[in-house]
C-alpha cells in the first residue's frame, strides 16, 4: 500500500496544535521544544486554551535549564518557593485567566494557593499534596475560589470546619481526592457531613474498614464515581458490592485487577479536564490529518 506524501508539521490546524500543547505539560510549554518551534508551533503554545491545565508536578524537569531556579544576577540561586510563584505568574499571564486546573508539587504551600486564588479566581480544581498547610490560610484561599469544583489534598486537611467552609464558599464543589494511609469511620463522617454533594471521591492506595466504605455509599446519596484502589482489600464484600451497585465507577482494587472501571472502552484515560480529547482520540485526529483529504 502505498504511503500518503508527506505534510508539513507546521500546517496542522490551530485548534489540534493546542490539544496537542495541552498534553506536552508546562515543562516544555514553558522551557522545551514547543518556544523553539515554528511560529504556528510557538503561536499553538502561546494560546490560552493551552494553558487551561498546568501541571507543576514534575518540579524537576520544569526547572531544569529555566532561569528561575538558576543562578539570579548576584549568582545566588533563587529559592524554589520564589521560583514556583514565578512560574504561576508566568502560567497565569499566558492564560489569560483561563486555567481551571493547578496540579502543585509537593513543597507548595499556602502561599502559592493563595496566589492561585488572586490570579486565577476561575480555577475549578487544584492539587495541593503539601502535608503542612495552615487552616486560616488554606480558608482564606478558599474564600475566593468561588468556582472551585474539586481538589486532591493530604488528610490533614481533613476538617469539618475546614470542608464545611469549601462547601459554602463554592457551590459546584463536586469532587475530592484525599491522600491518607488509614481513613476510618470518622473521617468518613466527616467528610460526608461536610462535603453532603460530593460526585466523585478518590480516596487510593489507603486501608479503611468496611463500615468506612459504608458510610459513603450511605450517606452521600449524589456520589457516583467512589475510586478505593491500590491495594489487595479483603473488606469488599457482598453488602458492600450492593449498595456500590447505584454508582457510574466503583474503584476497589489494584489497577490491573478486577474492579477498574474505565471512562473510555479504548485507551482507558481519564482527564480531570472532559472538555479536553483523551489520548486516543487525539491519535485518531493526527492520523486522519496525515493522511490528508479523502
Same mark, same amino acid.
Given at each position: 500500500?502505498?504511503?500518503?506524501?508527506?505534510?508539513?508539521?507546521?500546517?496542522?490546524?490551530?485548534? $489540534?496544535?493546542?490539544?496537542?500543547?495541552?498534553?506536552?505539560?508546562?515543562?516544555?510549554? $514553558?522551557?522545551?521544544?514547543?518556544?523553539?518551534?515554528?511560529?504556528?508551533?510557538?503561536?499553538?503554545?502561546?494560546?490560552?486554551?493551552?494553558?487551561?491545565?498546568?501541571?507543576?508536578?514534575?518540579?524537576?524537569?520544569?526547572?531544569?535549564?529555566?532561569?528561575?531556579?538558576?543562578?539570579?544576577?548576584?549568582?545566588?540561586?533563587?529559592?524554589?518557593?520564589?521560583?514556583?510563584?514565578?512560574?504561576?505568574?508566568?502560567?497565569?499571564?499566558?492564560?489569560?485567566?483561563?486555567?481551571?486546573?493547578?496540579?502543585?508539587?509537593?513543597?507548595?504551600?499556602?502561599?502559592?494557593?493563595?496566589?492561585?486564588?488572586?490570579?486565577?479566581?476561575? =480555577?475549578?480544581?487544584?492539587?495541593?499534596?503539601?502535608?503542612?498547610?495552615?487552616?486560616?490560610?488554606?480558608?482564606?484561599?478558599?474564600?475566593?475560589?468561588?468556582?472551585?469544583?474539586?481538589?486532591?489534598?493530604?488528610?490533614?486537611?481533613?476538617?469539618?470546619?475546614? $470542608?464545611?467552609?469549601?462547601?459554602?464558599?463554592?457551590?459546584?464543589?463536586?469532587? =475530592?481526592?484525599?491522600?491518607?494511609?488509614?481513613?476510618?469511620?470518622?473521617?468518613?463522617?466527616?467528610?460526608?457531613?461536610?462535603?453532603?454533594?460530593?460526585?466523585?471521591?478518590?480516596?487510593?492506595?489507603?486501608?479503611?474498614?468496611?463500615?468506612?466504605?459504608?458510610?459513603?455509599?450511605?450517606?452521600?446519596?449524589?456520589?457516583?464515581?467512589?475510586?478505593?484502589?491500590?491495594?489487595?482489600?479483603?473488606?469488599?464484600?457482598?453488602?458492600?458490592?450492593?449498595?456500590?451497585?447505584?454508582?457510574?465507577?466503583?474503584?476497589?482494587?489494584?489497577?490491573?485487577? =478486577?474492579?477498574?472501571?474505565?471512562?473510555?472502552?479504548?485507551?482507558?484515560?481519564?482527564?480531570?479536564?472532559?472538555?479536553?480529547?483523551?489520548?486516543?482520540?487525539?491519535?485518531?485526529?493526527?492520523?486522519?490529518?496525515?493522511?490528508?483529504?479523502?
Amino acid at each position: 500500500m502505498a504511503m500518503p506524501p508527506g505534510r508539513p508539521w507546521a500546517e496542522l490546524q490551530h485548534d $489540534l496544535l493546542v490539544a496537542i500543547m495541552t498534553r506536552v505539560g508546562a515543562p516544555d510549554l $514553558l522551557s522545551g521544544g514547543a518556544p523553539r518551534a515554528c511560529s504556528s508551533w510557538r503561536a499553538a503554545a502561546r494560546d490560552p486554551l493551552a494553558w487551561r491545565r498546568v501541571d507543576l508536578r514534575d518540579w524537576a524537569a520544569l526547572t531544569s535549564g529555566r532561569r528561575a531556579a538558576g543562578p539570579g544576577p548576584s549568582g545566588a540561586r533563587v529559592p524554589v518557593h520564589a521560583a514556583l510563584t514565578g512560574i504561576l505568574d508566568v502560567a497565569a499571564t499566558l492564560a489569560e485567566g483561563r486555567i481551571e486546573a493547578v496540579l502543585l508539587p509537593e513543597f507548595a504551600d499556602e502561599d502559592h494557593l493563595l496566589f492561585l486564588a488572586e490570579r486565577c479566581p476561575n =480555577l475549578q480544581y487544584f492539587s495541593l499534596p503539601s502535608t503542612c498547610i495552615t487552616y486560616d490560610q488554606f480558608c482564606k484561599a478558599i474564600g475566593e475560589l468561588h468556582s472551585l469544583k474539586g481538589m486532591a489534598v493530604d488528610e490533614s486537611l481533613i476538617n469539618y470546619d475546614v $470542608l464545611l467552609h469549601v462547601h459554602q464558599c463554592c457551590p459546584d464543589f463536586v469532587e =475530592l481526592k484525599v491522600s491518607a494511609l488509614y481513613v476510618d469511620e470518622e473521617m468518613a463522617s466527616v467528610i460526608c457531613n461536610s462535603l453532603p454533594q460530593l460526585k466523585k471521591l478518590e480516596i487510593p492506595s489507603s486501608d479503611m474498614p468496611a463500615s468506612a466504605i459504608i458510610t459513603f455509599l450511605d450517606c452521600l446519596e449524589e456520589l457516583e464515581y467512589l475510586d478505593i484502589s491500590g491495594y489487595e482489600t479483603p473488606v469488599i464484600s457482598s453488602v458492600v458490592l450492593e449498595k456500590a451497585s447505584r454508582l457510574k465507577v466503583f474503584l476497589w482494587n489494584s489497577k490491573f485487577e =478486577l474492579g477498574e472501571f474505565v471512562d473510555c472502552s479504548n485507551c482507558g484515560e481519564h482527564n480531570i479536564n472532559p472538555g479536553e480529547p483523551c489520548k486516543c482520540m487525539m491519535d485518531h485526529k493526527v492520523m486522519d490529518w496525515l493522511a490528508g483529504p479523502a
